[in-house]
């Protein structure tokens, strides 16, 4: 039992009990490389010994290749799709996947890689500074051209070839664009925007994935990234998709399933790599959308970026907390990867047909999963939804006038209202109809539509 009680703490709580990591000592001169003893040392990561270029590839490399078949999700010759950004992280998993397929038949990286581009930068930019950026991408994706690559946007179900060359046009895609910044438009706050983007481009990659006949999506998340995306998501409700949404395999598709192969990675190994590899490497690094303006997600990634700062092996524990957690899978009746024949299949590709009600909606049976995001339905029996809802309710109907007796029997009946309006019980209307079949998380972005 712990001993630590709270008079131990004093006036600065538990300040003073976080210490910041002490400097590591830099790298000598004509210091050798601790791990093959022969060559000179480059670099010396944190907590680390001073390692060679070539020691501290392979070690980076192992990491990758180690995550792959520790787990075994991903099998022998499956189409992978990739997912381009260009940002260090994605260049870094990029040239991993290309350094496995060039190796031996005894240590050969076995996929099919499948390159796709998600263009979502016509959000928030003007159409002349989107093309210099997707020019400044295409000088990035141009070092991968061995690999097939498609182009796509945001919220939309077609894909085309991408060519690396800068006379690429993204054209044909007015009408999905147009959609899209439509439903971001009628959306209040900054918090939703963002939630929407990251969801939409989820459900981008899942549907792009069907029609390419991949059944895994490789994401170059990194564990800094997965820090701010567990802390972001308990603040927006996400807390039932909250261990898929960091975990090493988001399989709430059971047909296509997003991968992050390189989640043990840091910020200081990327940056080491793309400067010690073999060849040289470009990135990009562009601002992301909505980050100059106030959001619970640029609150959490700036704590986070903090965090880093002072106390880097402090992240690594954050983002891990999500492989302590377990959240309940529910049946999905998505299609078969490559199945276009299929009712369901239709009606999933368009998704944003939720927001300007032209989906059909049905009452489908309790215990399914969201129809936005795919997380299994979490409000029904929620203490934590019933206790918000009841206080909502006693702010609007209990006032100073009310008498002692009045109060009581408002208190019943609110009771009841509370719970029926948190297990969608209250209205039999579209409105409601469609928050029954919504996990807590994205009923607060429909809720918060103009």
Excluded: W
Excluded at 267 to 284: F, G, R, T, W
Aim: charged letters at 25%; hydrophobic letters at 35%; glycine letters at 6%.
């Amino acid at each position: 039992m712990c001993s630590i009680v709270e008079d131990d703490f004093g006036d600065e709580g538990g300040a003073h009990a976080m210490k910041e990591d002490t400097p590591q000592p830099e790298l000598g001169g004509n210091e050798l490389c601790r791990k093959c003893n022969s060559e000179q040392a480059v670099l010396k990561l944190n907590q680390k010994e001073p390692q060679c270029r070539v020691c501290f590839l392979n070690y980076v490399r192992h990491k990758f290749r180690a995550s792959l078949g520790s787990t075994k999700i991903v099998r022998r010759g499956s189409r992978v799709l990739i997912i381009l950004t260009g940002e260090p992280a994605n260049v870094t998993l990029l040239d991993m996947v290309r350094f496995g397929l060039e190796q031996d038949a005894f240590k050969q990286l076995r996929i099919v890689p499948v390159l796709l581009y998600v263009d979502d930068d016509f959000v928030g930019n003007t159409p002349e500074a989107r093309l210099r950026q997707l020019a400044e991408r295409l000088k990035v994706f141009k070092q991968f051209e061995s690999f097939p690559a498609y182009y796509t946007v945001c919220g939309s179900s077609r894909h085309v070839a991408l060519t690396f060359d800068g006379a690429f046009p993204p054209s044909g895609f007015e009408q999905d664009e147009a959609r899209l910044l439509q439903v971001l438009d009628a959306v209040r706050s900054v918090s939703s925007k963002q939630d929407l983007l990251e969801q939409v481009r989820k459900q981008t990659y899942r549907q792009i994935g069907h029609a390419l006949q991949c059944a895994y999506v490789f994401l170059s998340d990194i564990g800094v990234d997965l820090a701010k995306t567990l802390l972001s998501n308990v603040a927006l409700g996400r807390g039932c998709s909250l261990a898929q949404d960091v975990a090493f395999c988001d399989d709430r598709d059971d047909t296509v399933k997003l991968v992050r192969p390189i989640r043990d990675l840091n910020p200081d190994e990327v940056s080491n790599y793309l400067q010690y590899s073999e060849q040289p490497l470009l990135s990009y690094s562009p601002a992301k959308h909505f980050e100059d303006k106030p959001s619970l997600q640029n609150l959490t990634a700036k704590f986070i970026d903090n965090l880093m700062q002072s106390f880097p092996s402090t992240v690594s524990t954050v983002y891990r907390t999500g492989d302590k957690l377990d959240a309940p899978k529910a049946p999905r009746n998505g299609p078969a990867v490559g199945d276009g024949t299929s009712e369901r299949q239709d009606e999933s590709q368009d998704f944003l047909a939720l927001f300007d009600r032209t989906l059909t909606l049905d009452n489908r049976p309790s215990g399914e999963c969201c129809r936005f995001c795919g997380a299994a339905l979490d409000y029904r029996g929620s203490k934590t939804l019933f206790a918000t809802e009841y206080s909502r309710l006693v702010s609007s109907r209990i006032n100073a006038a009310c008498s002692h007796e009045d109060i009581l029997l408002k208190s019943k009946q609110m009771e009841l209202d509370a719970e029926r309006a948190v297990n969608g019980e209250d209205d039999q209307g579209e409105e409601r109809v469609l928050m029954k079949q919504l996990c807590h998380g994205c009923r607060n972005i429909f809720e918060d539509l103009n």
